[in-house]
């Protein structure tokens, strides 16, 4: 309800103000004062002892509240650290609209209870009792606002890296901070009908049509086409600085001018200085202008549409007539490939399903149908369930015959390592890293449950569902569950606040642990014992020369304990019972060794077996070279110095923590077994591939995130 007319001539000093959505708010406004908001209902009795009251207190200079106070920061505490970061150069750098918006939101944070109904808020909180899962309580409040806990989000992370760079703080708690996952699509794209329908309603030589012309053939955001003019005009194109991050990284955009461009800058009407001008003849705001031409997309019919969805209309124009992604940052203004990758991977699935649907559409009038994939013989431990293949041996007259790879299985193995990289890029895209660690952790003790379950009685070494006829490949899933349980408790769990998670995670842990010793795998349990202790150092010192020390260090050890396998054994046995088994390694590695000499460049092929009771090399770089080639085993070798210098530049702690100590593992086990890890799908892609596949995506889709999130935001 209003004020209206009658009660203002009873009521002095009273002004309305209309919000963003429509809502009339009242407010006292007396001179010299900040206006006061009157939440009362105006004709009730409250409005008026409200009013009264104010007016007495003004009268009498007795009112207080209206002067501006300050709140005095305990030092030691968040409320101290929000207040020096304010007065650093670091948030001075930031854009003034930036820095508002983080205030703001930092200052609301300060002013929330530390839990529900407490009277001590964050403000007066220790900085050095401040930790990873009090920060995510602040960001969880507002869960059902997924902007809002974003912001919060993107507050918290620079404030504590500021705080940490000073000393204010020992560790930084925010380092492993994660943004919600926003499930949008973003502002709509405008669609060619669309475009169509905006121009029908307002054709050549309208204000409207100028500014669709603008953001359509420049790409501009909102911020650039307001301040697009005359002086930006450079012969036949136009050269301009960015608005975004204009303080931080200026981005000049040069690009030529569009004939229909230009035909719209002709027929007007268009200022000096800059285009586009209201109504008044002064330039737009970057909000006043988004408003304006959204009531013009309303006008057209296009209530769906806004300024925003233009840019993004023609990224995607661009992308499916065949732009790369490094034009389109240059056209755009993007400093990362990620954003432009956007829209060219989008026009590129675009255009594979059109070639898709062709042949489907072929295939279905034909009446073909898919030819049965033939029996292909998995590697494995358990050979009295497999012949030996000792054919291949005098097949011609070699020792170990001829390469038996074709080009078929070549492409099978490069299909299943492209099929687990999709879904491994899949998961990184549509959960977030905590939720990926509970399914691996899950999924491996119901791999032990189910299999005590199946077989509640164990003889010799336990045989689990998924891997049945091989114990060590399956305590290397094992492994993977242990990990991520161990990265929970780690980083995500804060015992005291969710104990029943705690309980759950170091269950998880005594499960897997428990598994991986009854598997009777010595060489997992060993590189096991190394990632643990080797991790921690890597963690703790950060340096990649460590890590690939560690790596490959690792691989060395276990190797090592192979090779003098025999003084260890008089040593453990048989005390310890594990220890008394004959590995039978180092006769295989010679065999090993004398088929790559005879094959070195293309190895013996996937398809060859060792005569005897171990048919394969049990060791993977040797396994490489024999079945694939000296060439091939070097490329792996290398794949895997690249995931491990990706690893090393990861910087959320949980994430670094797991990665690493599942590409340290990996290296120890791949000197006991894993022979052929391209040759078939099997449980040993959850502990090798899998690590090596996060370490190189998880930077890309993290940064995919950040931009994506911040160029909605500030389009907002």
Not at 411 to 425: E, P, T
Request: charged share 20%.
């Amino acid at each position: 309800m209003t004020v209206g007319a009658d009660m203002r001539i009873g009521y002095r000093y009273l002004v309305e103000d209309t919000d963003r959505h429509g809502n009339v708010r009242i407010y006292f406004r007396y001179p010299g004062y900040r206006k006061i908001r009157l939440r009362e209902r105006p004709t009730s009795p409250e409005f008026a002892e409200r009013y009264s009251s104010l007016i007495e207190q003004f009268a009498t200079g007795c009112y207080k509240e209206a002067e501006k106070t300050s709140v005095s920061a305990v030092p030691g505490t968040l409320g101290w650290l929000v207040t020096a970061f304010r007065a650093s150069k670091d948030f001075s750098n930031l854009d003034p609209s930036t820095q508002r918006t983080r205030a703001r939101v930092l200052e609301s944070m300060l002013n929330e209870p530390i839990f529900q109904e407490a009277a001590e808020t964050f403000r007066n909180f220790p900085l050095d009792r401040i930790k990873l899962s009090d920060l995510e309580v602040l960001r969880d409040r507002k869960k059902a606002l997924p902007g809002a806990a974003t912001d919060r989000v993107k507050a918290l992370r620079p404030m504590f890296k500021w705080a940490t760079s000073k000393k204010h703080c020992v560790a930084n708690p925010a380092i492993s901070l994660t943004k919600p996952r926003l499930i949008s699509n973003g502002h709509h794209t405008w669609l060619p009908d669309e475009i169509e329908a905006f121009q029908r309603r307002h054709p050549l030589g309208t204000k409207a049509h100028l500014a669709l012309s603008i953001m359509l053939y420049t790409g501009a955001r909102r911020s650039d086409a307001v301040q697009l003019g005359r002086q930006h005009e450079q012969g036949d194109s136009l050269r301009w600085t960015a608005h975004k991050n204009r303080n931080r990284y200026p981005t000049i955009i040069h690009i030529p001018m569009l004939q229909p461009l230009a035909a719209a800058i002709q027929a007007g009407p268009t200022g000096d200085m800059v285009y586009l001008l209201t109504e008044y003849g002064k330039p737009f705001t970057i909000a006043g202008f988004g408003n304006w031409f959204h009531d013009r997309c309303i006008e057209a019919g296009l209530p769906q549409c806004s300024a925003h969805g233009l840019r993004k209309a023609g990224s995607t124009r661009a992308a499916e007539a065949g732009a790369t992604a490094h034009q389109l940052m240059a056209m755009f203004g993007w400093r990362s490939l990620a954003e432009a990758e956007i829209y060219t991977r989008a026009a590129e699935r675009k255009k594979m399903a059109a070639l898709g649907m062709a042949f489907l559409e072929k295939g279905v009038q034909a009446g073909e149908s898919v030819p049965p994939i033939p029996d292909i013989k998995s590697s494995g431990t358990n050979n009295k369930k497999k012949p030996a293949k000792s054919d291949a041996a005098g097949a011609a007259g070699a020792p170990y015959g001829s390469p038996t790879a074709t080009f078929g299985s070549g492409v099978s193995h490069a299909l299943f390592i492209a099929g687990l990289y999709g879904l491994i890029l899949y998961a990184q895209l549509h959960l977030r890293f905590r939720e990926i660690l509970w399914l691996t952790a899950g999924a491996a003790c119901a791999c032990v449950i189910v299999t005590l379950v199946a077989a509640p009685h164990i003889d010799g070494r336990l045989l689990l569902v998924g891997r049945t006829d091989n114990p060590i490949l399956a305590a290397g899933a094992m492994a993977a569950g242990l990990f991520a349980a161990i990265t929970l408790l780690a980083y995500h769990i804060d015992i005291r606040r969710t104990p029943l998670k705690a309980l759950l995670a170091a269950t998880m842990i005594c499960i897997t642990l428990t598994a991986i010793y009854l598997t009777g795998s010595r060489g997992p349990l060993l590189a096991l014992i190394l990632a643990l202790a080797l991790t921690t150092l890597v963690i703790c010192y950060g340096s990649r020369t460590l890590l690939f020390v560690s790596a490959f260090g690792a691989y060395g050890l276990v190797a090592a304990g192979v090779l003098f396998y025999g003084p260890i054994r008089d040593v453990l046995c048989p005390e310890i019972e594990l220890a008394c088994r004959d590995p039978s390694r180092y006769g295989i590695w010679m065999q090993s060794l004398d088929a790559i000499a005879s094959h070195p460049l293309w190895g013996v092929g996937s398809a060859f077996r060792f005569p005897g009771e171990i048919p394969h090399a049990h060791n993977t770089y040797l396994g490489m070279a024999l079945h694939f080639g000296i060439p091939l085993a070097i490329f792996f070798i290398a794949v895997m110095a690249v995931a491990l210098s990706r690893a090393s530049e990861l910087k959320n702690k949980d994430e670094k923590f797991f990665v690493v100590a599942m590409l340290i593992f990996a290296n120890g086990f791949m000197a006991s077994d894993l022979s052929e890890p391209l040759r078939s799908f099997n449980t040993h892609y959850l502990f090798l591939w899998t690590p090596i596949f996060l370490a190189m995506i998880r930077p890309h889709v993290a940064q995919d995130e950040t931009h994506i999130e911040e160029e909605q935001r500030s389009s907002g």
